[in-house]
């Protein structure tokens, strides 16, 4: 039988209670949630499929996957991107934590991700009865083979790129072991510095696979980039061994998208003008909220992209949670995402303007 964590947002609320209390209400600044409007050309899309009686498509419709694989090759460089290997997932959170499942996982085996996560991954070897391993850096594994490895780039919590080079160094790694490279991508349109070497780049970019998908399996969302979290809406691709044995197994299990959510999908992957959008509006929140932070002592590390701030007053991270919240301001301690964060705070800049604004002025 696995055991799971104690679900670790629930020790943020008394500290929820304090900042709500403050006389200009509560800016919440914990959870990475979208605020702004689903770009209408989307929720149209949305409305125009509502007639829908029958059952969707586990693989989802040819126009989805065209449209998925198109905007691989228009917007990240996928040369190789094929609608065959593009599967649809019921949001990424559901995929991260049973990928390991779907792929076979199981006792004996280990799931390795970075010391510093999304809390699901770990919540995704447990609940396939593997192993979880937190480690950096591939020297760190020594003579340890796992059955997957996950990286994240554009890194929650801390915004950290992980440069083409090295991402080339991982996916060797893994061939040479017979190792799976999930990479969970879902920040990647989202870069805020002009610096080449700190533009993310696709585990499936050329640059990096030498051309070719095999063992390697990218994730991508459109809860981001697209304003579309209550849609739960993305896709895995990949090595098209590996999506035909994801696809398999949840026919099996009844995992399909709803065919209204995939013509929304479809709209929201062949449009990139409300994502440079979106992207316009965070930079400006995040512009304002880095100076405010800084001003107020803090030090941001990494935060190259996504949409937080990796900040630290250089002291323990519950100690800032509690100095924020008297400000009316909350936060997630970096604890949430393992013991490297122990010192530093995750800052969404996913609020309105105007909660931007006075969390600004309050700092």
């Not at 699901?120 to 070897?125: F, I, K, Q, R, W």
């Amino acid at each position: 039988m696995f055991t799971l964590p104690d679900f670790p947002w629930d020790r943020l609320a008394p500290y929820k209670q304090i900042a709500a209390r403050h006389p200009g209400g509560l800016v919440d600044l914990s959870v990475g949630t979208p605020v702004d409007p689903t770009p209408e050309p989307i929720r149209r899309a949305l409305a125009e499929a509502a007639d829908a009686p029958g059952y969707p498509q586990t693989y989802g419709t040819a126009a989805l996957r065209e449209a998925a694989a198109g905007w691989l090759r228009r917007r990240l460089g996928v040369a190789g991107a094929d609608p065959a290997a593009v599967l649809p997932v019921i949001g990424t959170k559901e995929l991260v934590a049973w990928l390991p499942t779907l792929l076979g996982c199981g006792p004996g085996d280990r799931v390795v991700f970075p010391e510093l996560a999304y809390p699901t991954y770990d919540v995704g070897a447990r609940l396939a009865g593997a192993e979880p391993v937190a480690a950096d850096g591939l020297l760190r594994l020594g003579p340890l083979r796992p059955k997957l490895l996950w990286i994240n780039s554009p890194s929650n919590p801390t915004g950290k790129v992980l440069p083409a080079e090295h991402l080339r160094k991982v996916v060797a790694w893994a061939r040479e072991r017979g190792v799976l490279v999930a990479s969970d991508e879902c920040y990647i349109e989202l870069a805020w510095e002009d610096d080449p070497a700190k533009q993310p780049v696709s585990i499936l970019h050329p640059e990096v696979c030498e051309g070719s998908h095999e063992g390697l399996l990218a994730v991508h969302s459109l809860s981001k980039r697209s304003n579309l979290a209550g849609y739960r809406a993305g896709f895995v691709t990949g090595d098209p061994a590996l999506v035909k044995r994801l696809l398999e197994v949840r026919k099996h299990a009844g995992m399909m998208v709803p065919a209204p959510v995939q013509a929304a999908m479809t709209v929201a992957y062949g449009d990139d003008a409300h994502v440079d959008e979106q992207r316009a509006r965070y930079a400006r929140r995040r512009a304002v909220l880095r100076e405010a932070l800084e001003r107020h002592g803090f030090r941001i590390d990494h935060s190259e992209a996504s949409l937080y701030l990796w900040a630290t007053r250089d002291e323990p991270c519950w100690d800032t949670v509690a100095h924020l919240a008297e400000l009316g301001i909350s936060v997630a301690p970096g604890d949430f995402y393992g013991a490297a964060g122990s010192r530093h705070v995750r800052v969404a800049f996913t609020a309105t303007d105007e909660r931007i604004e006075a969390a600004a002025q309050r700092l």
